[in-house]
Every structure is written in C-alpha cells, then in structure tokens.
C-alpha cells in the first residue's frame, strides 16, 4: 500500500508496521517448520513441509526485496504466498522418511533450489503482468504498485541465475549421494529435473549471447519452472499418497 499515493502521508509508519510484522510471522514461521522436521534421529520432510520450507524462504526474500521501496508490491505478493505455504508445518513427516545426511544434504540443496525459482516464477508472472498492462496502455495509479519493467526482467534473471546454479549442484550431488537415480521411481524426477535444468540454462545463454527478453523470455522460464513442480511435486506426490512410499 505505501506504493499508492493515497497512502504517501503514512508510508513511513506503514513500513515500520509492516517489517515488524513480517518479521514476526517469519520467526514464527521457521519455529514452526524447524519442530516439524527437525526430529531425533535427522531431518524428516513431508509434502506439507517441503510447500512450507519453501513459503518460508518465499517470506525471507520477500522482507529483503521490502527494502527496496519499488519491490514492495511484489514482496508483499510473496509474503501473502508465504504465509498459505505455511499451512504445510502441520503435516507430520512419517518415521520411514528418515534419511542419511548425504540424501538430507541433497534434498536441502534441492528445496533451496526449488524456493529461488518459485520465488523467479512469480516474478515472471508480474513481468509478464506489466508487459501487458503496458502493451494495452492501461495506466493508473496501481501501476505505482509494480517496479520499471527492466529492474523487475533484471531481478528474473538474478534468480534464474543462482537458481539455475542451486538446481545444477542438486543434480550433481543427486548423481553423487542417490543409489540407481534412474530406478523406477525416481526415473521420472531425474529426466524432468535435467529437462528444466536445460530450459534455464537455454534461457541464460539466450540473455547472454542474443539478448531475449520480453514475453519469448517469461514464457520459457515458466515452462522450465512448470517441468520442475512436476519432477519434484508430482514425483513426490505419487510416490507418498498414491504408492505410500518414502522419498529417496
């Protein structure tokens, strides 16, 4: 809201109020988390908990993109997304899911991995927002909420950098720590986990070398970020509630 010139008079205590409050919910959050994965004998992540270890670093940047007043109406987009993600801390991981520290090791570099790029797909769909509101010449005061087309397309492609290098290291270290990566049911998740990562990494050599960027730029990060959900969520989710068995 401190975006809009309605609010101009009281942004500056509408900020305090809203750092302070962020970060409340952000420490409850990762209180949260941490007493329901971090267990005894390791770490032990359900599907819940994966949606809210993921909310939470959601949450994180977003209170540190707040500092920059033009992303202020993105961080709070991603601190609302921050908070239903935080739902999955009710969700109990079983005692079977209990991992060594080579695959806890992996799947953490994984989770960091996935959290970066969600946090650049919602970024992609507000650039992809502001392209059209622009193309369509609607101008009014909510676009006071959103930053310059540019800084938004810099900031996707920051993220898709070092989350194309966190995703690079978990498949790595998947290739390294993982037995038989390409057994039956993990088969799906290695293919479509190397397909994403070759999108993202088509998508940075495109920046790079001949410049992409626009619609042809978003569009394709978001089909490397779709093929992601479904190599790890949709894995994931078949393998728990339709197969009842543990992850790794």
Known sequence: MTRLPRFAERARALVITAFILGIAGLIWHCQQLLQSI???????????GTISFIGLQLALIAIIGAIEPSLRGLAGGLLLLGAAAATGTQSVASPGEFLTWQLQAHILISLFAYGLLSVG??????ALIQDRRLHAGQLSTINQL???LETTERLLYGIAATGFSALLLAVLSGFTFVDDLF???LAHKTFLSILALVLFG??????????????R??????????????????SRYILEEILGRSWG
Do not use: E, K, T
């Open 183 to 185: 057994s039956q049911h």
């Open 146 to 148: 959103f930053a310059p």
């Open 38 to 48: 971090l267990l005894p004998n390791g770490i032990a992540l359900s599907l819940g």
């Open 217 to 234: 730029a978003v569009y394709l990060y978001l089909w490397g970020f779709l093929i992601l959900c479904l190599a790890y969520f949709g």
């Open 121 to 126: 797909a919602i970024v992609a769909v507000y």
């Open 202 to 215: 088509v998508l940075l050599a495109g920046r790079r070398f001949a410049g992409w960027r626009g619609r």
